[in-house]
């Protein structure tokens, strides 16, 4: 460094004649030289500048008080030029330094950050949604097509909600596989249970709004089913409304077709059989020719040729009464899609609990 013995010793030297000029000059180059010549970090090259350019005890600022200043007039000009050339010297050769250690410094930095493109990638699988999702999303593009719109409803509900105002009184035998999931409530609250379909939304919306009314409610249900390739405890609906003066049957029935070709394919033909529900009369059972065999029959079908999908019908006048729609004026038809049911139909699954599992392998069949 610049305090080393010989430097301190040759600044603080005099200069008495012209031959010392060069000497000393010559000398203290060689210092500076020798101790620049190893590689510099920054802490070193800070080190050196204030060592040597230093205002209190740099060396050339005691070279300048000790050379310059105390030398004979005669010799002042040439010691003058040597000082402003060792000056000059040791500035470029520390800028050099200086910028040796940033090019270092950031070597190093992108040396850490480096990313080697001959390694193998990480693989990052892309994920996908669920199949349950995915004919949600099928469904509800078919009816918005139609001048649906879509709603959401509370999974808890009220008994009142979820079977009296859709004309399925306390007592009535609809209510044996659905009256299930009840929850705990404080003494003298409703109760509450969790919807088993999502109809009740039918009543909701009907009571805040005003015909026409035509809406799709998608949403997760739960019946007390035991687990099997066919049931489970929760599931998938996709209820729908319309309500409007003049709507009849046949509108309805266009509505159905509509909706099978759209999601089975065109060549699928439509069955509607009489049943029964609470909320709808007529009621009637969907049906669409298999399109695993084309209606000829297979094992799919049953060998019947034909695929129950959902239950349908025209809203009874009575759920009217519930919500102050005129009955005489007004009349509709409500539906309800199994979603598990369909996609199990469509694509071709006998099991509807792999749904549930998690199996990433069957989920990757239909990324």
């Known amino acids: 460094m610049a305090d080393d013995p010989t430097i301190k010793t040759l600044s603080e030297l005099r200069v008495f004649e012209a031959e010392d000029v060069a000497r000393l000059f010559g000398e203290v180059h060689t210092q500076f030289d020798r101790q620049t010549s190893v590689p510099t970090d920054q802490g070193r090259l800070e080190a050196l500048r204030s060592a040597w350019l230093g205002r209190k005890s740099g060396v050339l600022t005691r070279v300048t008080e000790n050379w310059l200043k105390t030398s004979a007039p005669a010799l002042r000009p040439a010691v003058g030029r040597c000082l402003n050339e060792l000056r000059a010297h ?89 009256d299930t999931f009840y929850l705990e ?16 939304m039918q009543v909701r919306t009907m009571e805040k709004q005003a015909p026409p009314v035509r809406i799709i409610v998608p949403g997760k249900v739960y019946r007390r089913d035991n687990p099997d390739a066919t049931h489970s405890y929760v599931f998938h609906q996709v209820e729908g409304l319309a309500v409007d003066t003049d709507i009849t049957f046949c509108e309805f029935k266009g509505t159905v077709e509509y909706f099978v070709r759209e999601f089975l394919g065109p060549a699928a033909k439509t069955r509607l059989r009489p049943s029964y529900f609470p909320f709808t009369e007529p009621s009637v059972e969907i049906d669409a020719s298999c ?41 509709g038809f409500a539906f309800g899609l199994g979603v598990d049911r369909l996609s199990q139909l469509k694509y071709g699954i006998d099991d509807v609990q792999l749904f549930f599992q998690n199996d990433v392998r069957f989920l990757r069949q239909f990324a």
Not at 116 to 128: E, F, H, T, Y
Not at 185 to 200: D, I, M, N
């Open 291 to 331: 399109f695993a065999c084309g209606g000829s029959g297979c094992r799919l079908c049953k060998f019947s040729g034909w695929i129950e999908l959902f239950g349908a019908g025209m809203v009874d006048p009575a759920v009217y009464g519930f919500v102050n729609y005129d009955a005489k004026r007004l009349s």
């Open 185 to 200: 409530t404080p003494a003298g609250a409703p109760q509450r249970l969790l919807r088993t379909h999502t109809s009740p």
């Open 90 to 178: 040791v500035e470029q050769r520390l800028g050099e330094l200086q910028k040796a250690a940033e090019s270092a410094a950031e070597q190093a930095v992108l040396a850490r950050e480096r990313v080697d493109l001959s390694l193998p990638g990480a693989v990052r699988p892309v994920g996908s949604r669920h199949l349950l999702r995915q004919t949600f999303a099928e469904i509800e593009r078919i009816f918005l097509s139609l001048g649906f719109t879509v709603v959401e409803g509370p999974e808890i509900e009220t008994p009142y909600y979820n079977f009296e105002a859709l004309n399925i009184p306390e007592h009535h035998p609809a209510r044996d596989t659905m």
